[in-house]
């Protein structure tokens, strides 16, 4: 099933980025782009949202230099829309896969689409890694630990319903009983000509 490939391919991420634990290490795709498409956008997907995982701990520092600071903002901002961009990337293999599906009359939309499910379901692998973590530290009490752990099990809870639940909507667009509609970010703080600060700048 998708959702079994895509949080095994989760954890191979994550896994991997923890062996040198850096955001600023080198990125290397272990799926062919030609030949393992999906496998390919979902690795760089999760790859994306581990290292801004990171960086967002990283600019919470109470300590950190404020230049640096600004500096950290700006690639949290590049990540963003490159994280925006993978999403689409995603639908877009999801819209080509199902578009000879014969829509049923009384077909329904979803609320958010396929990737956008995809994405909560990467960020709850991290989630599900880091709080194991403090589940287990062992320079931290037990209370702390036994909290942990309670949060824990409601993050694997969680990510078996996120599971079934995206799995449930491809079955279903791929029956016809429901219907793909990508609506493209739109984002407007990037763009030159849609904010009015980096308008003005020119």
């Not at 309670?150 to 029956?175: F, M, W, Y």
Request: hydrophobic letters at 35%; charged letters at 30%; aromatic letters at 10%.
């Amino acid at each position: 099933m998708f959702t079994e490939t895509a949080n095994k391919i989760f954890q191979e991420v994550i896994d991997t980025y923890h062996i040198i634990d850096d955001p600023y290490q080198s990125f290397t795709n272990v799926y062919n782009k030609e030949s393992h498409l999906l496998e390919h956008l979902l690795y760089r997907k999760c790859w994306i949202d581990t290292v801004q995982w990171h960086y967002e701990d990283i600019i919470r520092d109470p300590n950190i230099d404020p230049v640096a600071a600004l500096v950290l903002k700006r690639k949290i901002d590049a990540s963003n829309q490159d994280r925006t961009d993978m999403v689409e990337y995603i639908d877009s293999y999801f819209l080509e896969k199902y578009k000879d599906v014969t829509v049923q009359e009384n077909a329904r939309i979803n609320t958010e689409s396929p990737a956008w499910g995809v994405d909560r379901l990467s960020i709850l692998a991290l989630k599900v890694y880091h709080m194991n973590e403090e589940a287990t530290r062992e320079d931290a009490d037990d209370a702390h630990r036994a909290a942990c752990e309670k949060k824990l099990n409601i993050l694997l809870e969680q990510r078996v319903d996120l599971s079934t639940a995206i799995q449930q909507l491809l079955d279903d667009i791929s029956s016809g009983a429901k219907y793909m509609k990508v609506y493209k970010q739109m984002k407007m703080y990037n763009d030159d000509e849609l904010n009015p600060v980096l308008r003005n700048q020119k």
